[in-house]
């Protein structure tokens, strides 16, 4: 296998190759535009065709320059709410972009990926489980996105954390869309007790600290806090 990871450190951004070298087929997990040559490359000097390109949540306010630029490597955009790929029966096709049910499995090569809804941070953020691997975006980053500094969907944050993320062994490893001091693997056993909204907290005590930074930050669709 081959594995990379892309940090971009103006912005704190964070995406992902996962490649099967033996059967010539990868995938990307929020890549951004502006590696697209770069990708383009690394896929090219192990001779990987792009099989998937997985996004775990998308910004109204960076997504159509991204999506001009992304539709550029020619693998269907898996993401929420837009029409499912051709890998299972019921699929259509708009393009490139494509969406995933709950519990779908995607396969590149001999691996599989398992995606997972987990919606919070947006309304319609995905999460992808390879092996031991969760990918899970800005599931976990809760103020931390310059994009998203506060949860769309509180209750749901809570419930995709509590039921998608801390109920998975203790030794799953966590991969997220935004680095924190250049840090962007993390395990749920660390998360579950040192996360400084997560971490001991109960679904009340979480919810009250998301309705104090409420108050403190612009609402949503504000044009300094746009989803």
Same mark, same amino acid.
């Given at each position: 296998?081959?594995?990379?990871?892309?940090?971009?450190?103006?912005?704190?951004?964070?995406?992902?190759?996962?490649?099967?070298?033996?059967?010539?087929?990868?995938?990307?997990?929020? *890549?951004?535009?502006?590696?697209?040559?770069?990708?383009?490359?690394?896929?090219?000097?192990?001779?990987?065709?792009?099989?998937?390109?997985?996004?775990?949540?998308?910004?109204?306010?960076?997504?159509?320059?991204?999506?001009?630029?992304?539709?550029?490597?020619?693998? *269907?955009?898996?993401?929420?709410?837009?029409?499912?790929?051709?890998?299972?029966?019921?699929?259509?096709?708009?393009?490139?972009?494509?969406?995933?049910?709950?519990?779908?499995?995607?396969?590149?090569?001999?691996?599989?990926?398992? !995606?997972?809804?987990?919606?919070?941070?947006?309304?319609?953020?995905?999460?992808?489980?390879?092996?031991?691997?969760?990918?899970?975006?800005?599931? %976990?980053?809760?103020?931390?996105? *310059?994009?998203?500094?506060?949860?769309?969907?509180?209750?749901?944050?809570?419930?995709? !954390?509590?039921?998608?993320?801390?109920?998975?062994?203790?030794?799953?490893? %966590?991969?997220?869309?935004?680095?924190?001091?250049?840090?962007?693997?993390?395990?749920?056993?660390?998360?579950?007790?040192?996360?400084?909204?997560?971490?001991?907290?109960?679904?009340?005590?979480?919810?009250?600290?998301?309705? !104090?930074?409420?108050?403190?930050?612009?609402?949503?669709?504000?044009?300094?806090?746009?989803?």
């Amino acid at each position: 296998m081959y594995f990379r990871i892309l940090h971009d450190e103006r912005s704190g951004a964070v995406s992902y190759l996962l490649g099967d070298l033996d059967a010539g087929e990868a995938v990307l997990v929020d *890549p951004r535009g502006a590696d697209v040559p770069l990708l383009r490359a690394m896929l090219d000097e192990h001779r990987l065709r792009l099989r998937w390109l997985l996004r775990t949540h998308e910004h109204d306010d960076v997504l159509k320059g991204e999506v001009v630029a992304l539709e550029a490597l020619g693998a *269907p955009r898996i993401q929420h709410g837009l029409p499912p790929p051709s890998q299972t029966r019921t699929r259509t096709r708009t393009r490139n972009a494509t969406t995933e049910p709950a519990h779908a499995v995607l396969t590149f090569g001999n691996e599989h990926i398992q !995606v997972l809804q987990t919606p919070g941070h947006t309304a319609g953020c995905l999460s992808y489980l390879w092996r031991d691997r969760l990918f899970c975006g800005g599931l %976990l980053a809760v103020d931390a996105c *310059p994009f998203q500094p506060r949860p769309a969907l509180p209750e749901s944050l809570w419930d995709s !954390v509590m039921n998608k993320v801390f109920r998975r062994p203790d030794e799953t490893l %966590l991969f997220t869309g935004h680095a924190q001091r250049a840090r962007t693997v993390s395990s749920v056993l660390e998360q579950r007790r040192w996360h400084p909204w997560f971490g001991g907290a109960t679904r009340d005590e979480f919810l009250a600290r998301v309705r !104090v930074m409420s108050v403190a930050s612009p609402p949503l669709g504000h044009p300094e806090c746009r989803t």
